[in-house]
């Protein structure tokens, strides 16, 4: 299956805590994109990062690339209650579709 | 104001009868999909089109069908030949394959 991995599944924080979020995915990519999903509303696109990337940073959100690995983190300093949200992680493969496999999400919770 | 836009955000039917979901956009986006989503799960393609009047079926086309007749439309069908059909059902476009994708409002459909 080429379908990527997230980990961890659930994650409860406090408010201004850092949040970590992690991939994996089985093999090679042309980018790896992060996503945001609210309850029961569609997907935000949050950061794409291309395979002769290594970091990326948008706001809180830093996102890193491991190809070695083949995986990817995603951060989120000092995290917010309005940060609750499913995140998904998805990768474009190396063939020439338009094809993008998602993880199965990570569901963070920020408690106030 | 530009966006793709889903409708109806809710939908019923009884089971046996095809029913067609409506995807709109005016990014001007080349590319469009349609994915599936499962409670708690990721999202698994459907079909998915990269120019008008040609598309591509994706990883579950079994009892969907798709037509792209023009760029700002890519409608699925819901047919009675899919087992299981209940699910949140989103579209999604993009510029090309290789850029982030923009998603719709998602439609929920209930079979019963």
């Known amino acids: 299956s080429q379908q990527g991995e997230e980990d961890p599944q659930a994650l409860s924080i406090q408010e201004g805590e850092n949040a970590t979020m992690n991939c994996s995915y089985k093999?090679?990519?042309?980018?790896l994109q992060w996503y945001r999903q609210n309850s029961g509303r569609g997907l935000v696109h949050l950061i794409l990062?291309?395979?002769?990337?290594r970091e990326k940073h948008s706001g809180r959100l830093r996102v890193t690339l491991d190809t070695s690995k083949k995986s990817s983190s995603l951060l989120i300093t000092a995290s917010r209650a309005a940060d609750t949200a499913s995140y998904f992680c998805?990768?474009?493969?190396?063939?020439?579709?338009?094809?993008?496999?998602f993880g199965s999400g990570t569901r963070l919770l920020v408690r106030p | 104001d530009g966006g793709i836009t889903q409708s109806p955000k809710y939908l019923f039917r009884k089971e046996g009868q095809n029913v067609t979901l409506s995807c709109e956009q005016n990014?001007?986006?080349?590319?469009m999909y349609w994915y599936r989503q499962d409670p708690g799960q990721g999202l698994r393609l459907i079909y998915y089109?990269?120019?008008?009047?040609?598309?591509q079926k994706g990883d579950i086309a079994e009892g969907y069908s798709v037509s792209r007749e023009k760029k700002e439309s890519f409608p699925l069908t819901v047919t009675s030949a899919q087992k299981n059909p209940t699910a949140f059902y989103l579209c999604?476009?993009?510029?090309?394959?290789?850029?982030?994708?923009?998603f719709g409002p998602g439609t929920r459909l209930t079979v019963t």
């Open positions: 990014l001007n986006h080349d590319a």
């Open positions: 999604a476009s993009s510029l090309q394959g290789d850029y982030e994708q923009y």
């Open positions: 093999t090679s990519i042309n980018n």
């Open positions: 998805a990768h474009r493969l190396m063939d020439s579709s338009y094809k993008l496999i």
């Open positions: 089109s990269q120019i008008v009047n040609d598309f």
């Open positions: 990062i291309r395979s002769n990337e």
